[in-house]
């Protein structure tokens, strides 16, 4: 099994096989609107690291997470324990999953980021064969309320299919944020919240450079 990770007050077990932490996944952990007692959902949670690095800057949070992996479910659920935190993850479809529409103040995702057909595939965690982005934005448009928001991040390249698709769905953008390694290089990651029925009005903050990663 990997080393553990630290994160912030919280340890990550990540067994093998699981989609490991990676820089983006911890950049759109501080970049998500989090407020006191709100309710979160992780789409795609995989071993629970985005639901441990919001409860770290908010531990009021209620977390849930949806995972379709059994062995990545397993984890999320063990690490939401092992650390005390008040939470559930569901082993199910997001697209199906059982939860009452309109329920959370925030939903967030880590997804694939490869549409199917495009020649870039790492499996179903990184391409959309199991989940496209339309069938995200819309579960996140589901299950979020009026005037709560969907995080997530993606690949700059795809950033007019994600904004486009989260507005079909509802999902007004209103943050935008490019990763970088430097000045220098091109942006390798984007994140984007948006708000559900949100008044048009896109605020774009400066890049962020990441250079540990």
């Not at 939401?80 to 999953?97: E, F, I």
């Not at 064969?129 to 005037?147: F, H, I, Q, S, Y």
């Not at 390798?188 to 990663?213: A, C, H, N, W």
Request: with cysteine.
């Amino acid at each position: 099994m990997p080393k553990p990770e630290q994160l912030g007050p919280y340890t990550l077990e990540q067994p093998e096989g699981v989609f490991p932490l990676g820089g983006d996944t911890l950049a759109l952990g501080a970049f998500a609107t989090v407020r006191a007692h709100w309710q979160v959902c992780d789409l795609g949670t995989g071993s629970g690291a985005l639901l441990l690095l919001l409860a770290g800057r908010e531990p009021t949070l209620s977390l849930t997470g949806i995972e379709l992996n059994p062995a990545a479910a397993r984890a999320a659920q063990t690490n939401l324990t092992a650390n005390k935190l008040n939470g559930q993850v569901l082993c199910c479809d997001l697209r199906s999953a059982p939860l009452p529409a309109g329920q959370f103040d925030l939903a967030i995702s880590n997804p694939p980021y490869f549409s199917v057909g495009s020649g870039k595939s790492g499996g179903s965690t990184r391409c959309e064969e199991m989940c496209t982005l339309d069938e995200l934005c819309a579960a996140a448009a589901r299950l979020v309320k009026n005037g709560g928001r969907f995080a997530l991040c993606h690949r700059p390249e795809r950033l007019t299919d994600v904004l486009c698709t989260l507005r079909e769905h509802g999902l007004e953008p209103k943050r935008l944020k490019l990763l970088s390694h430097s000045p220098s290089h091109t942006p390798f990651t984007v994140l984007i919240e948006s708000v559900r029925q949100g008044k048009p009005g896109l605020d774009l903050l400066p890049t962020e450079y990441m250079t540990d990663f």
